[in-house]
T-cell receptor
Framework: AQKVTQAQTEISVVEKEDVTLDCVYE???????LFWYKQPPSGELVFLIR??????QNEISGRYSWNFQKSTSSFNFTITASQVVDSAVYFC?????????????FGQGTTLQVKP | DADVTQTPRNRITKTGKRIMLECSQT?????MYWYRQDPGLGLRLIYY???????NKGEISDGYSVSRQAQAKFSLSLESAIPNQTALYFC?????????????FGSGTRLTVV
């Protein structure tokens, strides 16, 4: 079975704090892709990152960083020095090419509230 | 113009009514999808299509139907809407292959069934 779990339903932090959003995935396939999306209050889905299963290098993009660990099946997302504009729902997603559906399997989402 | 356009953006309809949500894309991709988002459940796949003649059910297709009128157009219909179909609906398109490359979502349609 393929599954994505985001155990943190809601997180609240004060501006400038660092925050990590957890993502645990399940698949028996060795080839897969992991994604993070941001959904601000306006509702659209904003693509943040796509990572393939063969690339375990951590990635940093400005205040955002991602830690991919195959040993623990996790793909965690850290926001450094959070800002109010980071308040949103964040989704982790999994794609398994062998399913031949092209679909993304989404986690439940984590709502992040950054307070001023 | 947006790469993936969904209409309407918001809709309130009554139980038992037929409603169609429309989606068009300018990415030139063959693959198109309809997802439904519910609080606490993430997004779930309703239907997907790899080309005009290839339409497939996703994990929650009951109560829904789709039509792929052209490469660029993929509409979702609720034949007889019910309140538990109240949700945020997303259309998406992706590039060639099964790896989720080039996934692009529309802005969503917020549907309320009363």
């Amino acid at each position: 079975a393929q599954k994505v779990t985001q155990a943190q339903t809601e997180i609240s932090v004060v501006e400038k704090e660092d925050v990590t959003l957890d993502c645990v995935y399940e698949t028996r396939d060795t080839t897969y892709y992991l994604f993070w999306y941001k959904q601000p209050p306006s509702g659209e889905l904003v693509f943040l990152i796509r990572r393939n299963s063969f690339d375990e290098q951590n990635e940093i993009s400005g205040r955002y960083s991602w830690n991919f660990q195959k040993s623990t099946s996790s793909f965690n997302f850290t926001i450094t020095a959070s800002q109010v504009v980071d308040s949103a729902v964040y989704f982790c997603a999994l794609n398994v090419p062998s399913s031949n559906t092209g679909k993304l399997i989404f986690g439940q989402g984590t709502t992040l509230q950054v307070k001023p | 113009d947006a790469d993936v356009t969904q209409t309407p953006r918001n809709r309130i309809t009554k139980t038992g009514k037929r409603i169609m949500l429309e989606c068009s894309q300018t990415k030139g991709h063959d693959r198109m999808y309809w997802y439904r988002q519910d609080p606490g459940l993430g997004l779930r796949l309703i239907y997907y299509s790899f080309d005009v003649k290839d339409i497939n059910k996703g994990e929650i297709s009951d109560g829904y139907s789709v039509s792929r009128q052209a490469q660029a157009k993929f509409s979702l219909s609720l034949e007889s809407a019910i309140p538990n179909q109240t949700a945020l609906y997303f259309c998406a398109t992706s590039g060639p292959g099964n790896s989720g490359y080039g996934y692009t979502f529309g802005s969503g349609t917020r549907l309320t069934v009363v």
